[in-house]
T-cell receptor, first 115, second 114 residues
Framework: AQSVTQLGSHVSVSEGALVLLRCNYS??????LFWYVQYPNQGLQLLLK??????LVKGINGFEAEFKKSETSFHLTKPSAHMSDAAEYFC?????????????FGSGTRLSIRP | ETGVTQSPTHLIKTRGQQVTLRCSSQ?????VSWYQQALGQGPQFIFQ???????GRGNFPPRFSGLQFPNYSSELNVNALELDDSALYLC?????????????FGPGTRLTVT
């Protein structure tokens, strides 16, 4: 079975500060991992994905994440927060043997940016 | 390239009624998945359709059913609505057999059951 745990339901940082959103996964098979962002009253937008190639993955809007198998982690970072980054962020996992399997989401982390 | 679209945007229904939600998949995609996102939670997988057949189902009762049409668009039907069915329903399209693994989400339908 697969699952993801997002540590911290709410993270608040100052504009210009480092953003760190934590995600740990559990998977009995090699996982494919994703970060999605959801702005208020909108659907989900893919930020980045890990699919067993490079362990450091760069995404849109300056975000990146590093896959660490030894720590079963896939934390999301951004060096300098912008007000427009305020949103809900979801870490997600799917088994890496099928290109159309269901995606399992974490419970989400709400990111707030202080001026 | 046309993205995933869903209709309607918002819907209000009464307990016990039935509802149909619609989704048009992204051009070139052959698989549609449906998710339920309750307020303050992550999306939960309902089911997936590929080649007009159900191709996997989450922990949802049979009153949640779906269809996929030859043009890969899809419907989600919910019978005997309950208050707990109030949620954002997300449709996602993907390409089975493709080289990428992500699913592309539509904007969702907000269902309120009173």
């Amino acid at each position: 079975a697969q699952s993801v745990t997002q540590l911290g339901s709410h993270v608040s940082v100052s504009e210009g500060a480092l953003v760190l959103l934590r995600c740990n996964y559990s998977s009995s098979v090699p996982p494919y991992l994703f970060w999605y962002v959801q702005y208020p009253n909108q659907g989900l937008q893919l930020l980045l994905k890990y699919t067993s190639a490079a362990t450091l993955v760069k995404g849109i809007n300056g975000f990146e994440a590093e896959f660490k198998k030894s720590e079963t982690s896939f934390h999301l970072t951004k060096p300098s927060a912008h007000m427009s980054d305020a949103a809900e962020y979801f870490c997600a996992v799917t088994p890496g043997y099928s290109s159309a399997s269901k995606i399992i989401f974490g419970s989400g982390t709400r990111l707030s940016i202080r001026p | 390239e046309t993205g995933v679209t869903q209709s309607p945007t918002h819907l209000i229904k009464t307990r016990g009624q039935q509802v149909t939600l619609r989704c048009s998949s992204q051009s070139g995609h052959n698989t549609v998945s449906w998710y339920q996102q309750a307020l303050g939670q992550g999306p939960q997988f309902i089911f997936q359709y590929y080649r007009e057949e159900e191709n996997g189902r989450g922990n949802f009762p049979p009153r949640f059913s779906g269809l996929q049409f030859p043009n890969y668009s899809s419907e989600l039907n919910v019978n005997a609505l309950e208050l707990d069915d109030s949620a954002l329903y997300l449709c996602a399209s993907s390409l089975q057999g493709g080289l990428t693994y992500e699913q592309y989400f539509g904007p969702g339908t907000r269902l309120t059951v009173t």
